[in-house]
C-alpha cells in the first residue's frame, strides 16, 4: 500500500534552513513528478513546486520566493526540498505527492515547519 511519509520539520529561527524529505512505500518516486505543497493554519493548500520524472527538472511558483531548492535521490527513493532564509509566514506543514493527470495519492501526514524567534 502505497505511504508518503515527509520528514525533517521542526522550529527555526527567521534566517535558517531547513531540508524536508519525502519517502514512500509502495511506489517509486522516480517514476512521477513530485511536487512539494505547504498548508498554513487557516489557509488553503500551496503549491510550491515539482520536480519531474523524465530529467529531472523544476519548476517553483512564487510561493517561497526563489528560497526553495527540489532535489531526488533515486537510489534513496526520496525527494527533498530545501528551504533557506526562512520567514515567520513559512510556518505551515508541509507535503509532498505525485502531480499527474491522474491526480494525486493519499496525502501523507506531513512534516510541521515552525519559523520563530
Known amino acids: 500500500q502505497l505511504q508518503l511519509v515527509e520528514s525533517g520539520g521542526g522550529l527555526v529561527q527567521p534566517g535558517g534552513s531547513l531540508r524536508l524529505s519525502c519517502t514512500a512505500a509502495?511506489?517509486?518516486?522516480?517514476?512521477?513528478?513530485i511536487g512539494w505543497f505547504r498548508q498554513a493554519p487557516g489557509q488553503g493548500q500551496e503549491r510550491i513546486g515539482c520536480?519531474?520524472?523524465?530529467?529531472?527538472?523544476?519548476d517553483y511558483t512564487d510561493a517561497m520566493e526563489g528560497r526553495a531548492t527540489i532535489s531526488r535521490d533515486n537510489d534513496k527513493n526520496t525527494m527533498y526540498l530545501y528551504m533557506n532564509n526562512l520567514k515567520p509566514e513559512d510556518t505551515a506543514i508541509y507535503y509532498c505527492n505525485r502531480e499527474s493527470v491522474r491526480g494525486a495519492w493519499s496525502w501523507g501526514r506531513g512534516t510541521q515547519v515552525t519559523v520563530s524567534s
Open positions: 520536480i519531474n520524472n523524465s530529467d529531472g527538472r523544476t
Open positions: 509502495g511506489v517509486t518516486l522516480d517514476a512521477y513528478a
